[in-house]
Structures are given as structure tokens and as C-alpha cells.
């Protein structure tokens, strides 16, 4: 089985500050990893993925994400905060033979001028 | 771009009422999914469906049912509607069978039982 744990249901940064949200995996296998950005009132939208290759992966929006394998680990960071990336952000895993992926239970940011 | 569409954005209805919530996709996938997002517990896999006719339960199967008769269409079932069934409905599909395939969401439907 595999699971997925997001630390903070609610994150706040300044606006230009870094911001680190954190997401940690158990599988039994090399996962794949994913996060997702949910806007108000809309569906989930893709940032980026790691499936093999580098650890550090670079998505849309500024953001990127580095896979460690030894800490089980696959925190978000974006050097830079601003307005528009308030919004609700979820980690994913696939890779044990579902097809579909188990999700974290999200994290909340807030950027505030 | 790959466009899900859900039929409803916002739906109320009775409790006992059989609910139908309908998706479509446009890019000739394989996999669909029907997940329901709450508060505090993320996304939750109520079925998926890997090809036309098959399906699989997902996590939380009970009180639901889902159909896909073609490929594009997959549709959630709520047999007899009950209050603790109101929640967001989140629709998704991917491209193949492999496990790395990021999927490609709507924009949910936002379901209230009375």
C-alpha cells in the first residue's frame, strides 16, 4: 500500500518569500510523484512529475521539487511567492499496480502582501 | 489540451434520489476516474475505468456505481442519495495504462443532498 502525508493543512507566506510545502510518501516500490494545484472553484491542475532521471524536477509557475529517495521525501518549493499562487496544492504517488494515484490530504496556501 | 468535462457544476438533490453525475473526455484515453474531494481528507478514488465496460473499485466504492458504455464517457451512479454523499465530485482521465501518466481533471461538480 501506499500513502501520502502533507505536513500543515495551511501554510502562509509574505509575498516574495520562499515557499517550502512538504509532502512525504511510503511505497513499497520507486514511486512516481506529482503535484497538483487546485484554484478556487476549479478542478486540479498538473504542476510537475517525477517518474525517473533527475530528482530535482522543474514545473509550471516558478515552481520546482526534488524526489529523495533516502528521506522518502518530495517537498514543493518556489524561490519566490506571489499573489496569484495562493491556492490549494496536493501530492500524489502512483507505482504499486493501481493506476490510479493516492493523494495527500492537501495544503492551503496563503500569500500575503 | 486535454478537456474533461463535467455536465454539472453545482447540483442539488433528495435524499433517495438516484443521482447521475456524467464526465467526457476528448483525447481518446484509456483510464477514467470519479474521485470525491472533502475537506481535511484530499481526493478520495471512488471507481476508475481502464477501458470501455471495465471498471474497478477505487477506496470508498459503497453507495456509488459508475458505467462506461464509450470510451469518452464515464458516469458515477449515486443509487439512492443520502446526505452523507454531499461533496465535490472530481472527474479524471490518462493517456495509457502506465502507472507514470499524470491525469487531466475537470472542473468538479459541487453536489448537496437534502
Known amino acids: 500500500a501506499q500513502s501520502v502525508t502533507q505536513l500543515g493543512s495551511h501554510v502562509s507566506v509574505s509575498e516574495g518569500a520562499l515557499v517550502l510545502l512538504r509532502c512525504n510518501y511510503s511505497s513499497s516500490v520507486p514511486p512516481y510523484l506529482f503535484w497538483y494545484v487546485q484554484y478556487p472553484n476549479q478542478g486540479l491542475q498538473l504542476l510537475l512529475k517525477y517518474t525517473t532521471g533527475a530528482t530535482l524536477v522543474k514545473g509550471i509557475n516558478g515552481f520546482e521539487a526534488e524526489f529523495k529517495k533516502s528521506e522518502t521525501s518530495f517537498h514543493l518549493t518556489k524561490p519566490s511567492a506571489h499573489m496569484s499562487d495562493a491556492a490549494e496544492y496536493f501530492c500524489?504517488?502512483?507505482?504499486?499496480?493501481?493506476?490510479?494515484?493516492?493523494f495527500g490530504s492537501g495544503t492551503r496556501l496563503q500569500v500575503q502582501p | 489540451d486535454v478537456k474533461v468535462t463535467q455536465s454539472s457544476r453545482y447540483l442539488v438533490k433528495r435524499t433517495g434520489e438516484k443521482v447521475f453525475l456524467e464526465c467526457v473526455q476528448d483525447m481518446d484515453h484509456e483510464n477514467m476516474f470519479w474521485y470525491r474531494q472533502d475537506p481535511g481528507l484530499g481526493l478520495r478514488l471512488i471507481y476508475f475505468s481502464y477501458d470501455v465496460k471495465m471498471k474497478e473499485k477505487g477506496d470508498i466504492p459503497e453507495g456509488y456505481s459508475v458505467s462506461r458504455e464509450k470510451k469518452e464517457r464515464f458516469s458515477l451512479i449515486l443509487e439512492s442519495a443520502s446526505t452523507n454523499q454531499t461533496s465535490m465530485y472530481l472527474c479524471?482521465?490518462?493517456?495509457?495504462?502506465?502507472?507514470?501518466?499524470?491525469?487531466?481533471f475537470g472542473d468538479g461538480t459541487r453536489l448537496s443532498i437534502l
Open positions: 479524471a482521465s490518462s493517456l495509457t495504462r502506465g502507472e507514470n501518466q499524470p491525469q487531466h
Open positions: 500524489a504517488v502512483s507505482g504499486t499496480g493501481r493506476r490510479a494515484l493516492t
